[in-house]
């Protein structure tokens, strides 16, 4: 290697508030500490596929503080396109990793730094060994899936942004007697659920990891209208299953489908049961966009500072993560095996219960 490197930086997968916040880190920490070079790979592995190969050198300029609490990824992102089947325009599937590999080779970099999910993290492994190309994963999502690490950069924004929907739900649910339903974002989890119906003070909340029946979530509502307060806030997690054990689905125009619609199946089945006037708010997007919170930014920081400093120390194949209120790096397969769901022992699952909060199953 070089004793001047040559880094490449990528966000992989959905974006999520606090991806500029590591970019910067570890332009900062590259040039400052170790007097590197840092090239920003556009949307992802995509960048390396197209000829030319897609990139911006990044220099101390870009990386302000102003960047690190601006929203979305100045390098763009795709959730779309795995280099071992990436989606032709006759509708076939072809493994194109040995471009990005080369694409890789063309642009010279002595390592690469990839901020993305767990199914992100699992391609970029596979890309990384087929390539030997040295690697360190840092951990985002909203989802909060990723494996081994108690945080992944996003989370609490959205959390944040859920919260403040329950708040806002709340007053007008009380306003006119009626049953809210929130519906969020978390893919197979149900982190964002949990959290932000805890911290707004839900009635129910329904997550993928606790099947749910529909008439004790009826009676708790029933009971809580004539006992407590005349109506009820519900958060539904977007992958929990309908009572035919569906999970449900949008499918969209250009291909592809995501998790969504349960808030409504859930609103119709609990004024069936209950005789209650429902609304229903899907979240969607809006938990990703926007500024990061302080956490946010924080956690990208010290995520992309550690991530520059293990490619320093040689330290490849590694996911930076946090645990027990330290950055550390564990194998890069952790990030994917298993994911971080939600067990039923959960410090949340206990204290939602120790509330009164209904979650479905009790
Ligand atoms: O993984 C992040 C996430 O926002 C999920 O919570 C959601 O199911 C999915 O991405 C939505 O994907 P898209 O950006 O393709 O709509």
Same mark, same amino acid.
């Given at each position: 290697m070089s004793p001047t490197k040559t880094i490449g930086v990528l966000t992989s997968g959905g974006d999520c508030a606090g991806l500029n916040a590591v970019i910067r880190a570890v332009v900062t920490r590259a040039i400052l500490g170790y007097g590197w070079r840092v090239l920003g790979l556009h949307q992802g592995l995509r960048g390396l596929m197209r000829r030319p190969v897609q990139f911006t050198p990044l220099d101390l300029q870009t990386a302000t503080p102003a960047m690190a609490r601006? $929203? =979305?990824? %100045?390098?763009g992102t795709t959730n779309? $396109? &795995?280099?071992?089947?990436f989606p032709m325009p006759d509708g076939s599937l072809k493994d194109r990793s040995e471009e990005v590999i080369e694409g890789y080779r063309m642009l010279g970099l002595d390592g690469l730094i990839g901020i993305g999910g767990d199914g992100s993290m699992a391609i970029c492994r596979h890309l990384t060994q087929q390539g030997n190309i040295p690697f360190v994963g840092v951990p985002k999502t %909203? &989802?909060? &899936?990723? =494996?081994?690490?108690e945080n992944s950069v996003g989370y609490h924004t959205a959390v944040m942004v859920a919260t403040e929907a329950v708040d806002r739900l709340q007053p007008t649910a009380a306003s006119h007697d009626r049953v809210m339903i929130l519906e969020v974002m978390g893919r197979d989890c149900g982190h964002i659920a949990l959290a932000a119906g805890i911290a707004g003070g839900a009635d129910v909340i329904l997550i993928p990891e606790i099947p749910y029946d529909i008439d004790v979530v009826a009676a708790h509502i029933t009971k809580a209208r004539h006992v407590g307060h005349s109506f009820a806030v519900v958060v539904v997690a977007e992958a929990v299953r309908d009572k035919t054990g569906e999970r449900s689905q949008l499918k969209h125009a250009l291909g592809g489908t995501t998790y969504g619609g349960i808030g409504y199946v859930l609103g119709d089945a609990i004024t069936a049961k209950t005789g209650a006037e429902t609304r229903v708010t899907v979240l969607g997007h809006v938990q990703r966009g926007g500024q990061p919170t302080w956490d946010d930014r924080l956690t990208g920081s010290a995520f992309g500072v550690y991530a520059v400093d293990l490619i320093a120390e040689g330290k490849f194949d590694r996911l930076v993560a946090w645990q027990n209120r330290r950055v550390v790096d564990v194998p890069l397969t952790a990030a994917f095996e298993p994911t971080h769901a939600i067990c039923a022992d959960d410090v949340l699952v206990h204290t939602a219960r120790g509330l009164s909060i209904c979650l479905g199953d009790e």
């Open positions: 601006s $929203g =979305g990824t %100045i390098l779309r $396109g &795995d280099p071992f089947a %909203i &989802d909060n &899936d990723v =494996g081994a690490t």
